[in-house]
């Protein structure tokens, strides 16, 4: 999702590439303290319920993209616009902090 995706920079050893060829070490944007998790946590409550929905079963449950879809008897397409629409909301919400998958 976006310049820092999972694809973006792809490089044949699975690490990223710097400009001069050379692999980048990216370290994930985790909530680090308690008071950022509350945060996090928080701002999934205000989800619209289609979003918030699709956005439970996958990052809590740890349900993947199709188990989802199929749980809310839904389309795969349906569900992974939801799941992208949930984590740019937050990725806004939270000042541009990147929620990972």
Known sequence: FGPQGGGANH???GQPADDQGGSIHVT???PTSLEDWS???GQVETLPDDEQEVFNLIWYDGL???EAAQALGISLRTAKRRWQS???????ALNGERPQD
């Open 64 to 66: 993947t993209q199709p």
């Open 39 to 41: 945060e996090f946590h």
């Open 86 to 92: 949930a984590r740019l909301l937050l990725f806004e």
């Open 28 to 30: 994930p944007q985790e």
């Open 11 to 13: 490089h044949t050893d």
